[in-house]
């Protein structure tokens, strides 16, 4: 494991040079890589009144994975994973409230957006999940992000069967991050 680890470090360290990833606040081990983006795709409506038509710039986040396995090593239960990674993503909402109350283009961006197989309680933290509706793009990320969930599972056999196992968007609108973030202190 500690070799497959350290190989995805390599690899994990090229890919966020090339993708224009940004930290959001490392020095807080704040666990969200970030890039701007455009949102293509037609017209979404939140539930908080937002919504998000082609051309609005978005804030595309990405959980530090790699931080996350190194993390998690010792973890052998799937609750206790789970909670792990749904604790981590909490405590890093306030510092991406922050991230972007300051970022220069803050009046543009309307929201965040991500691509998770997790979306067990994201409800909870504000988040909405909408179906990734272009099945080539939907197979694109399923094929990457499936075997890597696998393969940084303790129970790899089982997790391989698992049908569920399908990427979805998470989305929140900027608004309502900074509504139930910004003030609120990284716990």
Not at 55 to 72: P, Y
Not at 166 to 179: H, R, Y
């Amino acid at each position: 494991m500690k070799t497959f680890i350290h190989m995805w470090s390599l690899v994990d360290k090229l890919y966020f040079c090339l993708s224009r990833l940004e930290y959001v606040n490392q020095s807080e081990r704040n666990i969200f890589r970030v890039k701007p983006l455009f949102f293509r795709g037609d017209a979404l409506s939140m539930s908080d009144g937002t919504s998000f038509l082609p051309n609005d710039l978005l804030l595309k986040i990405h959980l530090h994975n790699c931080s996350l396995l190194k993390e998690m090593m010792t973890i052998e239960n799937d609750v206790k994973r789970a909670l792990y990674v749904y604790n981590r993503v909490e405590n890093s909402l306030p510092g991406l409230a922050q991230f972007i109350a300051k970022h220069p283009q803050e009046k543009l961006i309307k929201g965040i957006i991500g691509i998770t197989l997790l979306t067990r309680g994201v409800k909870k933290l504000g988040f909405e999940v909408r179906e990734i509706n272009n099945p080539l793009y939907l197979q694109l990320k399923q094929a990457y992000l499936k075997p890597m969930f696998i393969l940084c599972h303790p129970n790899r056999k089982s997790m391989a069967k698992e049908k569920d196992l399908v990427p979805k968007f998470l989305i929140m609108s900027k608004e309502k991050l900074l509504e139930n973030y910004l003030s609120a202190p990284p716990k």
